[in-house]
T-cell receptor, first 116, second 115 residues
Framework: EAGVTQFPSHSVIEKGQTVTLRCDPI?????LYWYRRVMGKEIKFLLH????????ESGMPNNRFLAERTGGTYSTLKVQPAELEDSGVYFCASSQGQLTTNEKLFFGSGTQLSVL | AQSVTQLGSHVSVSEGALVLLRCNYS??????LFWYVQYPNQGLQLLLKYTTGATLVKGINGFEAEFKKSETSFHLTKPSAHMSDAAEYFC?????????????FGTGTRLLVSP
């Protein structure tokens, strides 16, 4: 069974450009999460989808970030326009159900975004 | 707001030595607690978690952690380090007021294992 897949693994762009990150969760997983780690700091929650609906987007930094999950399958995270402080590793994670005692969260290997 | 503190951004041990990675949390209510590991070029992998019940939790690869409410700690240990344990380790918490859906992570501790 394929795990959580993220594309691209690395992206280098210039300030002001647009970048779109993609996440393919494990098939059948309704819950999809985006997290971000700025270099040297903690991994921070960005948002949570349940199927195609945004359950919690309280961690989105600002309106330059747009996350979508059309059809409740894969998700994209677009940054437009990118700023220097957006650099970091963007992680996607998925789970079949809500995170309760027995549920497990599966993470992708992340997209390393560098904004120059 | 809840937070997680991991003491030491880097911990170095010799192969065969005890591994101790420290994690303290702040939370007004009992949280769920997790340890994740990230090997190079891989995603985060769950090592173990505490939700309710027994406070000593055993995980994969010989790791275990003990929830100590009085100390607000959830330190990760392994009796004997192996070279393959070299990775970055993250402590995380979540709690009921977020529906247990939002993980709050520490800054991570990189474990270095020398021969």
């Amino acid at each position: 069974e394929a795990g959580v897949t993220q594309f691209p693994s690395h992206s280098v762009i210039e300030k002001g450009q647009t970048v779109t990150l993609r996440c393919d969760p494990i098939s059948g997983h309704d819950n999809l999460y985006w997290y971000r780690r700025v270099m040297g700091k903690e991994i921070k929650f960005l948002l949570h989808f349940v199927k195609e609906s945004k359950q919690d987007e309280s961690g989105m930094p600002n309106n330059r970030f747009l996350a979508e999950r059309t059809g409740g399958t894969y998700s994209t995270l677009k940054v437009q326009p990118a700023e220097l402080e957006d650099s970091g590793v963007y992680f996607c994670a998925s789970s079949q159900g809500q995170l309760t005692t027995n549920e497990k969260l599966f993470f992708g290997s992340g997209t390393q975004l560098s904004v120059l | 707001a809840q937070s997680v503190t991991q003491l030491g951004s880097h911990v170095s041990v010799s192969e065969g030595a005890l591994v101790l990675l420290r994690c303290n949390y702040s939370s007004s209510v009992p949280p769920y607690l997790f340890w994740y590991v990230q090997y190079p070029n891989q995603g985060l992998q769950l090592l173990l978690k505490y939700t309710t019940g027994a406070t000593l939790v055993k995980g994969i690869n010989g790791f275990e952690a003990e929830f100590k409410k009085s100390e607000t700690s959830f330190h990760l240990t392994k009796p004997s380090a192996h070279m393959s344990d070299a990775a970055e380790y993250f402590c995380a918490v979540t709690r009921r007021n977020t529906g247990f859906q939002k993980l709050v992570f520490g800054t991570g501790t990189r474990l270095l294992v020398s021969p």
